[in-house]
């Protein structure tokens, strides 16, 4: 019986970190496109430029793809709280659901009847009120995304709430707490700037590939200087916040932090590993290879370049003798390898952007060649990144499902089989691949295409809405 309720459980673990590791897909570019396409409209609104109007309606079509396949695979993970999580939303649903409830009731109805208005009002609405839609779509996403972080960092740092005895279950005692603790707002920015490289890149790598074929090229021109412009700064200050977000989480979650060095033991000053080759098990704790940069790590953990960096033997004494027997320890391994994926994928986006401003200052941008095959190539950067660093922020946090309050092994589903959950696991595997093929498909179709030609006077009689 032990035996199939773990079986349960990793099939449960899995199931959960493959679907949302794929509508993690969706969700970065729609938080990036959506501020570029309010840009973009808004240039056009202002300059009569027919272009920018162009560059709108071809980057609203890549947009709402990607929405539609987004929102169909984030209902998924609402059911599996419930189907396979339900001893995890008996006893957090309470507080972990607000956050959710508010996304879902408010947020997401926000962004879905805009995005309805923006696409079906063009030459209905008059072209202010059609423009304010945008912007509208543009709030609903980040306001949706906001929610949704806010729910993730109570379960990385439960603030806010209190068991109630008589029920043995948590309630909430300070939503405020819970929607605006520090641990949101710097996952919140993480994200947003997550979001708007994923886009930026996007942007602009669609672009060079149009330039590279010599085909509209004034209309690509604009929208890669356009991308360069936004993605240079983005991606700059993501390095910055990401480090910095590194300090807050160390105070929260100081185990996260040393497995992300494979740092066993407490050190002052702390070294940052750039590479290692094993110690990263309890039996193999010294690496036999190791790169290191001096104090790095302590600047980056604790903000000063002599601080106290402790180590994950010391960690886990601790918490055994607060939380009882067993290991608290995560995945060193994954956890070490995503930190790194993460910040070099960061650090190349820079050097990117960086190439690009350069072009873009010498006015080569459209025959530059190999930095449009690299800007083609840089679209998959992003989504990498955010990929690495999803697995780091969910990957770190375990044994805990929410840190220090309830293990992951006791908030899976009691009832549910593991027969049912790989059934489950294999059909969503099955039609995920559908949809990744299909997404794949639309994406490179549209992408291809050129621009729509804008024909009559925009702003005159009303004509048939465009079929995204």
């Known amino acids: 019986m032990s035996t199939l309720a773990s079986t349960a459980l990793e099939l449960s673990r899995w199931q959960f970190a493959l679907t949302t590791l794929f509508h993690f897909i969706f969700v970065p570019l729609t938080l990036g496109l959506a501020p570029l396409l309010a840009v973009m409209q808004t240039l056009w609104h202002r300059t009569k430029d027919e272009k920018w109007l162009r560059l709108t309606r071809f980057f609203g079509t890549l947009f709402l793809i990607n929405f539609a396949i987004g929102a169909a695979t984030g209902l998924v993970q609402e059911f599996q709280f419930g189907m396979n999580w339900s001893s995890f939303s008996s006893y957090v649903g309470d507080v972990f659901g607000s956050p959710l409830a508010i996304e879902g009731l408010g947020a997401f109805m926000l962004e879905s009847t805009f995005i309805g208005l923006w696409v079906f009002g063009w030459n209905r609405l008059s072209p202010k009120v059609h423009l304010a839609t945008i912007y509208l779509v543009w709030l609903g996403t980040w306001l949706s995304a906001f929610f949704i972080l806010a729910a993730n960092s109570w379960m990385q740092h439960p603030v806010g709430y209190e068991i109630n005895s008589q029920t043995d279950r948590a309630q909430a005692t300070d939503i405020f707490d819970i929607l605006f603790q520090p641990f949101v707002i710097w996952a919140v920015g993480h994200v947003y700037l997550a979001g708007l490289m994923t886009g930026g890149f996007l942007v602009l790598g669609v672009s060079c590939w149009h330039l590279l074929r010599g085909r509209n090229v004034d209309v690509f021109r604009s929208a890669a200087k356009l991308a360069i412009i ?159 660093g999803w697995i780091l922020t969910e990957a770190g946090r375990q044994p805990w499902v929410a840190y220090g309050l309830l293990k992951t092994q006791d908030a899976v589903s009691p009832a549910v089989s593991a027969w049912t959950v790989g059934l489950s696991l294999a059909t969503f595997l099955s039609l995920y691949a559908v949809l990744a093929v299909v997404d794949l498909y639309l994406m490179r179709r549209y992408a291809r295409l050129d621009p729509p030609e804008i024909g009559g006077d925009e702003e005159g009689a009303p004509q048939p809405a465009p079929a995204y």
Request: proline share 5%; glycine share 8%; no cysteine.
């Open 230 to 388: 936004v993605v240079l700064p983005v991606s700059a200050v993501q390095l910055w916040f990401g480090s910095h977000f590194g300090i807050y989480v160390t105070e929260a979650q100081p185990m996260k932090i040393a497995a992300t060095e494979a740092l066993w033991d407490t050190e002052q000053p702390a070294a940052f590993s750039l590479f290692q080759i094993g110690g990263f098990t309890v039996d193999d704790q010294t690496p036999s290879f190791d790169i290191e940069i001096p104090r790095l790590l302590s600047f980056l953990a604790t903000g000063s370049f002599s601080g106290k960096v402790d180590g994950i033997n010391p960690l886990q004494a601790q918490a055994e003798q607060q939380y009882g027997s067993g290991s608290y320890i995560p995945d060193i391994r994954l956890v070490y390898w995503s930190m790194r994926v993460m910040a070099y994928l960061g650090t190349l986006s820079v050097l990117l952007a960086l190439w690009g401003a350069w072009i873009l200052w010498r006015r080569k941008l459209e025959d530059a060649k190999w930095f449009q095959r690299a800007a083609l190539a840089g679209i998959a950067l992003p989504f990498l990144s955010n990929f690495a």
